[in-house]
């Protein structure tokens, strides 16, 4: 077993030697993790492992993946999507351009499920999805667009429930075990690597989801991001995260109102949006 | 029998209890069906709540349940252990960690494995371990596993499990 002091070892060799800060991450998870990968690589000693770490640059990849979590799926809770389609998107449609920004998209499903919202409202053609994610590996599989047909019979009941009515499969061509989904949807989403911890607002978005990517910050980091999305969001723009999180006990909360029970909050015209402090002003691209 | 048991529960309980608790997603009635049958406040828990006695606290479906050393929850969408998801395992190993001997791990009726590790490292950690006998369960998989696996400190049945709280405060 890895022991506390030595998960504080390796987050700072990951620090120093790669710039991947994980200082702020939420303990016990992290060091679930670990663990994990201790006993999974069967590596003998913990110096082992810290040496490995240090000194194998492919090992490090495989490192970050593993003890940062990449499970998602299509229409995760539906009822959300729903109300996507019904409160947010209609809202959005009155936008000439629509900016939406997936913070900490992993392998990208639910990415490919808002490209299937904006189809389904006839938006997709004048919306962008940026995507981003610390780990370039699962940005490139996003990117490709083909994920386990295994999955395929859940994605399709979870879209169902979100209020869709095409037929799922229509999206994608399956193949042998994989789906690939259509390059409709792919042509509009914008891949790129971006660190939550460390990098700043690159733009402005009248959408951010970020769903079960904080639940493994602490809280300090937690209020942190958040003050990034808040000076990414444009008034009257909107913030999607997880089931169980929440913006309540953020300082840029007063700017927020929540969108009935869901997890959705939207900024209200005449925010407070502090953007002296350490973080620049974003830079528009447009 | 977590229905049966929590009424017996007295007011001003010393500790938190956390049920982990295997079952499909969903806005679930759980919530609510435990807060009729007991004096206790109960809440579902949202992630980075604070753990305080007195309380009852249940696992979201969906997530795993883990305990900081700050005493916060916090949540963890990884992969499923055990196939299930919260799964048991992972929040006993990770309230032992925190808790030490403070902690008292307890497993009911289930149907597969899911526990045994966890109270394994409850008991290393110097906590207490008690099972459900299997031969009241419901179903006697789970508390069965344990009792062939742990060291375990009481076999008790329902009315067993109801004195036991009531002797802890």
């Known amino acids: 077993m890895v022991k506390d002091v030595e998960v504080d070892i390796l987050l700072n060799d990951l620090l120093e030697r790669y710039g991947y800060d994980f200082t702020d991450y939420a303990k016990a998870s992290l060091k679930r993790r670990i663990n994990r990968l201790f006993t999974l690589d069967k590596f003998p000693s913990f110096a082992e492992l810290r040496y490995r770490v240090k000194n194998d640059e492919t090992y490090l990849k495989r490192f970050v993946e593993e003890i940062t979590v990449n499970v998602t799926e299509m229409f995760r809770d539906p009822s959300f999507y729903k109300m996507l389609r019904t409160e947010v998107l209609p809202v959005l449609a009155t936008y000439p351009l629509i900016r939406i920004w997936h913070a900490g998209c992993s392998t990208g499903e639910e990415v490919y499920s808002m490209g299937i919202l904006l189809k389904e409202a006839n938006l997709l053609q004048k919306s962008l999805l940026y995507a981003t994610d610390l780990n370039p590996d699962v940005l490139e599989r996003a990117r490709r667009g083909i994920f386990p047909m295994v999955n395929m019979k859940q994605y399709s009941e979870n879209y169902i429930l979100s209020g869709g009515t095409q037929d799922f499969s229509s999206y994608y061509t399956a193949k042998y075990d994989r789906a690939k989904f259509n390059t409709d949807l792919t042509k509009k989403m914008i891949y790129a690597t971006h660190n939550l911890v460390s990098d700043r607002s690159f733009n402005e978005f009248q959408l951010i989801l970020c769903r079960n990517v904080m639940i493994y910050f602490d809280k300090d980091l937690q209020d942190k991001v958040l003050t990034l999305f808040d000076q990414s969001i444009e008034p009257l723009g909107f913030l999607g995260l997880g089931s169980k999180e929440t913006l309540r006990f953020s ?6 109102v929540q969108l009935s029970k869901e997890k959705i909050w939207r900024k209200k015209a005449h925010a407070n949006t502090n953007c002296s402090s350490s973080v620049a002003p974003p830079v528009v691209l447009k | 029998m977590i229905l049966q048991v929590l009424p017996s529960v007295p007011k001003n309980f010393s500790l938190a209890i956390v049920i982990v608790l295997h079952r499909r997603g969903g806005e679930s009635v759980l919530t609510e ?50 196939y299930s998801r919260p799964s048991i395992d992972v929040s006993f190993e990770s309230a032992a960690e925190v808790y030490g001997n403070k902690l008292i791990g307890m497993l009911l009726s289930g149907a597969n494995a899911d526990g045994t590790e966890g109270l394994k490292r409850i008991k290393e950690l110097g906590g207490l371990v008690v099972v459900q006998n299997p031969s009241e369960a419901s179903v006697s998989y789970m508390p069965q596993q344990a009792l062939d696996d742990v060291q375990v400190d009481y076999v008790f049945d329902t009315n067993g499990i109801k004195h036991f709280f009531q002797k802890l405060k």
């Open chain 1, 251 to 256: 300082s840029v909360s007063v700017n927020y």
């Open chain 2, 33 to 82: 069906l435990l807060t009729e049958k007991t004096v206790l406040p109960v809440k579902e828990v949202e992630e980075k709540d604070e753990i305080l006695s007195g309380n009852v606290y249940i696992a979201p479906a969906d997530y795993h349940l883990l305990i900081e050393n700050d005493r916060t929850f916090s949540l963890d969408y990884s992969e499923k252990v055990n």
